[in-house]
C-alpha cells in the first residue's frame, strides 16, 4: 500500500492516474478508480463498479457488503485500487 499525501492542487491525483495509465499492463489492465472524497462518493464508486461488474448492486446494501463482493472479483488477479481525495479514514 502506497499513500500520497500533500496540499491541494500539487498533483497528487495526476501522479497516480499517471502511474495507473503508465503500469496499467503490470495490473492486468485492473486499474480501479475510487472516488473517496465523502462516504456517497465512495459508495456511488464502488455501486458503479459492481453494475459494471454484474454483480448484484442493491442500493441500499451495506457499503461493506458491495465493496466485498467487488474485492472477491479481484482475488488472485494484479489489482491497483486507487482510492482518490480520502480525507480521513474511516472507522
Avoid: C
Avoid at 7 to 31: C, M, P, Q
Avoid at 45 to 65: E, N, R, T, V
Wanted: no cysteine.
Amino acid at each position: 500500500m502506497v499513500a500520497v499525501s500533500g496540499i491541494g492542487g500539487i498533483g497528487k491525483s495526476t501522479l497516480a492516474r499517471k502511474y495507473g495509465f503508465e503500469h496499467w499492463e503490470f495490473y492486468d489492465g485492473n486499474v480501479i478508480w475510487i472516488h473517496a472524497e465523502s462516504p456517497k462518493s465512495i459508495r456511488t464508486s464502488f455501486i458503479g463498479l459492481a453494475k459494471k461488474l454484474k454483480l448484484q448492486a442493491d442500493d441500499k446494501a451495506p457499503i461493506s457488503a458491495v465493496a466485498a463482493s467487488v474485492y472477491n472479483q479481484f482475488l488472485g488477479k494484479k489489482s491497483l485500487f486507487v482510492f482518490d481525495n480520502v480525507h480521513e479514514q474511516p472507522d
